[in-house]
């Protein structure tokens, strides 16, 4: 005690220099955290003034009950809009009931072996494979192979095996995050696996599951590369009919008004970016809402 | 206990809610289908960037009078689009350059056979930034030094292209390489095809390259004259002497004389002779050179130069004739004429 004492004393003097050093550190990191905070925030908040006002006077309900046109005016993004909500529709429908019977397959059912390693390793590397390559895959796939054509269908496969492991993945970490004493329990009053399964893993699963399904949505949204390739196309003055119908989305649409020569289509890709905002917004929202949600109740 | 249950039916609820969207959006799709003319179907278009607003226009006004036959338009490019005209998958493809012969080789050994028609002229236009006060005119020989390869790193001055111009940096904006206009300037002005330096700024959206010239005093660049007359308040086009001493301006009506050489070019479509028997796509392609649309071409919003009226008539009969196959055995030529449909 006494010989700590001693030290102190003897480095009190060092230590009240350094003090000051340490304290300039400390305010430095928080400027420097503070600034790349607002470089991010001011970026963002200059881009939406920017587009906010380019599409002042534009986004009108004409705008939405409209297709495309060569007047400003007169062109509208309802194509563009139905066609993106019917591929997320269909890519959903395929994408997360895939996903999560992966995921619950790899938590609970499969054994810790080779194969089991080897398929978890590929869907980790399928998360960052560039999303061109998924369309370039849908192209020879679906719209070759499997003559789906330039469809809506073929867009949504595409879109499917692109958020595939995002799913998988989120499933995985919400079923993992389930505590082994829920199964042990359910186990202990004579459940059968799949009976655990169902009424006990897959509940508390289903908030962490639900926002990484949203989330990837909400990345599917956004994503023009592998439809441009597969061969969505840019003037599309109807909605699809059936799921073999030919079809566009936002992107795209708004891709296309940005690269015209006139001045008020770039005003027309502006409104176009806010309605893709807006619905990626609506997502996001309603993610954070499901997870707070359905969270409190266990 | 009771907590998984209500969370299952709050699942399946979940379930029931896309579902249901699902066929409300389906329905939503469904009554779109009404038809007051006889015609009836489906025509698939894609290719070039370029021709897509003319093409465009055709379908938007076309479907005004046909509602029951749905035209949709893609950007594939114009060598995109002859890859799914080969495979079948379209029936008509823009064209920003006449097809090559191993584009009409891979067309012809799939068993199809088409029919070409030339829709409009474009013109390629240098331009410089307005306060650019020493460029009056251009010759094609002084634009072949800027841009031949052989300037790549040795050329990067203006006081190199002519004795007078002063010491600034050359600015050069130009074109992707996979676009049809890069194409054709290289082949005009440099001699060959995709034979060009490789230091420039490089966009495929003209728009950049519009903000890149207008961005910089010392800057050049080329790109499409529909781009140059939206935006003649941002940069300066340059009249070009072709190497006859006479210098002209960039302009619809220089293009439409053909005086402006060499940087106007025809743009076509190909329509497939098969599909062309079907009544919606003979409809659309004799509307699309009929006197009715043809003047739109030349309007504000689609920005290209129509072709002569007798010219129009020529290429119908030809169309109505299933005239098959290219008159550009040897793909795109400088400075060509259209005379060569008249026949």
């Known amino acids: 005690m006494a010989e700590d004492s001693s030290a102190l004393d003897r480095g009190a003097p060092v230590f009240k220099a350094s003090m000051q050093w340490r304290r300039l550190k400390s305010h430095f990191f928080v400027v420097l955290g503070l600034l790349s905070v607002l470089l991010g925030i001011v970026t963002l908040l200059v881009l939406l003034a920017d587009v906010i006002i380019q599409s002042t006077g534009w986004l009108d309900w004409q705008f939405f009950t409209s297709f495309d046109s060569r007047f400003p005016e007169r062109a509208g993004i309802k194509a563009a809009l139905f066609g993106t909500l019917y591929m997320m529709v269909f890519t959903m429908l395929m994408a997360v009931p895939l996903g999560v019977m992966t995921a619950i397959y790899l938590e609970e059912y499969a054994g810790d072996n080779w194969f089991t390693q080897f398929i978890q390793v590929n869907i980790a590397n399928l998360a960052g494979v560039p999303s061109i390559v998924y369309g370039l895959l849908g192209l020879q796939v679906f719209v070759r192979w499997m003559e789906m054509g330039r469809s809506v269908l073929a867009g949504s496969c595409t879109m499917a095996l692109l958020i595939l492991p995002i799913i998988i993945v989120a499933s995985r970490e919400a079923i993992r995050a389930v505590p082994p004493s829920m199964r042990e329990a359910s186990f202990a009053v004579g459940a059968s696996k799949w009976e655990t399964v169902r009424h006990h893993v897959l509940p508390y699963a289903l908030p962490g599951m639900l926002t990484g399904a949203i989330l990837a949505a909400a990345r599917a949204i956004g994503e023009t590369a592998p439809l441009i390739t597969i061969g969505a196309l840019t003037f599309v003055p109807f909605l699809p009919e059936h799921p073999l119908d030919r079809f566009t989305v936002l992107p795209i649409q708004i891709f296309n008004w940005v690269s015209r020569a006139q001045s008020e289509f770039h005003d027309l890709a502006a409104a176009g970016i806010i309605v893709l905002l807006v619905v990626l917004i609506a997502l996001n929202s309603v993610a954070i809402y499901l997870r707070q949600r359905l969270r409190t109740r266990y | ?343």
């Open chain 2, 1 to 343: 206990m009771t907590a998984p249950v209500r969370m299952s039916r709050r699942r399946f609820t979940f379930a029931a809610a896309g579902l249901a969207g699902f066929v409300l959006l389906a329905a939503c799709g469904g009554d779109d289908g009404d038809t007051e003319g006889e015609l009836k179907g489906d025509i698939i278009v894609d290719g070039s960037s370029t021709v897509f607003p003319i093409t465009m226009a055709a379908a938007e006004e076309f479907s005004l009078k046909h509602s029951g036959v749905r035209v949709s338009v893609g950007v594939s490019g114009t060598g995109g689009g002859f890859k799914k005209f080969a495979a079948g998958e379209t029936d008509i493809s823009d064209a920003s350059r006449p097809i090559k012969p191993s584009e009409a080789e891979a067309i012809a050994a799939a068993g199809f056979e088409y029919i070409e028609i030339p829709v409009a002229y474009d013109g390629l236009t240098v331009v410089v930034n307005p306060e650019n006060d020493w460029v009056a005119c251009l010759t094609v020989d002084e634009l072949k030094k800027m841009w031949e390869p052989a300037a790549q790193r040795t050329i990067t001055n203006w006081n190199q292209i002519r004795d007078g111009f002063p010491d600034l940096p050359l600015d050069l904006f130009a074109p992707g390489v996979d676009s049809g206009t890069f194409d054709y300037f290289t082949e005009a002005i440099v001699g060959a095809a995709q034979s060009s330096r490789g230091d420039f700024q490089a966009s495929e959206d003209d728009n950049v390259l519009v903000t890149g010239v207008s961005g910089s005093r010392s800057a050049i660049g080329y790109f499409g004259l529909s781009y140059y007359v939206e935006n003649t308040d941002k940069v300066r086009g340059v009249p070009i002497d072709s190497g006859n001493g006479t210098c002209v301006e960039p302009t619809f009506a220089t293009v439409a004389d053909g005086s402006y050489q060499p940087l106007s070019r025809p743009i076509f479509i190909y329509v497939r002779k098969d599909a062309a028997e079907r009544p919606e796509v003979d409809a659309f392609i004799k509307y699309y050179l009929s006197p009715e649309f043809t003047p739109l071409i030349s309007s504000p919003e689609v920005g290209y130069v129509q072709l002569s009226n007798e010219l129009y008539a020529a290429l119908t009969q030809r169309f109505a004739d299933r005239v098959n196959g290219t008159l550009w055995p040897n793909g795109a030529e400088v400075g060509a004429s259209l005379d060569r449909y008249m026949q």
